[in-house]
């Protein structure tokens, strides 16, 4: 993805992240990452072995899917909404609009990555109500993830804290799914390195 990107869009994106950061250090914001991911219950292989000149071949299956959409905090401080059909503009800002039923007492800045979803006009028309309600919007350069702290989130799901057996069945991976959502910052936390003093 690196070879996708802006150096200069990083660069100016960056030092505002970092300048974010410094902000909710000093208490001043609250400082959420959002984006969505998806469930099945045909397990994430990350890596396999065979023997030399064995040919594998890997046949995808179908799978019911279940899709989450959530916002992350540095201190492990989560929200999360789920459904078992696409998650759409509409999905996004209801989600949103559910976190921010009255105006916040402090700003609350929400970034996001430029999925079509969080660009849509939908979202763009809500802006003018969240920002009166203490709530910012603000976007990630093109093609990002390292920058987005929500993603660790998901990667630690699939690839650690989901096991084998949660994929017996769609409703055990839905359960292990739930389960685990409902325990960040409990029984499942991300240790964030300081970004404070970082660009």
């Not at 209801?94 to 990555?113: G, N, T, W, Y």
């Not at 084998?164 to 769609?170: G, K, L, M, R």
Request: hydrophobic content about 40%; overall charge positive; aromatic content about 12%.
């Amino acid at each position: 993805m690196k070879a996708k990107q802006c150096p200069i869009k990083q660069e100016i994106k960056q030092e505002a992240l970092a300048e974010l950061f410094e902000l909710e250090s000093k208490d001043l914001i609250e400082l959420y990452f959002g984006d969505e991911s998806g469930f099945c219950n045909v397990p994430v292989v990350a890596r396999a072995w065979q023997f030399r000149d064995e040919e594998i071949r890997i046949t995808p299956q179908r799978s019911k899917r279940l899709n989450v959409f959530g916002f992350l905090r540095q201190s492990n401080e989560a929200k999360t909404w789920i459904t078992e059909k696409a998650v759409t503009a509409q999905f996004v800002v209801d989600a949103i609009e559910e976190s921010v039923q009255e105006k916040l007492a402090k700003p609350r800045v929400l970034i996001l990555d430029n999925a079509r979803i969080h660009r849509s006009r939908l979202v763009q028309s809500k802006v003018a109500q969240w920002e009166a309600k203490n709530l910012y919007v603000f976007f990630l350069p093109a093609y990002s993830p390292h920058l987005n702290l929500i993603e660790t989130l998901w990667r630690k799901m699939k690839y650690e804290w989901l096991k084998a057996q949660d994929y017996v069945s769609f409703e055990k991976l839905v359960e292990a799914v739930k389960e685990i959502l409902g325990e960040i910052g409990k029984k499942y936390r991300i240790k964030f390195r300081d970004r404070t003093s970082t660009k």
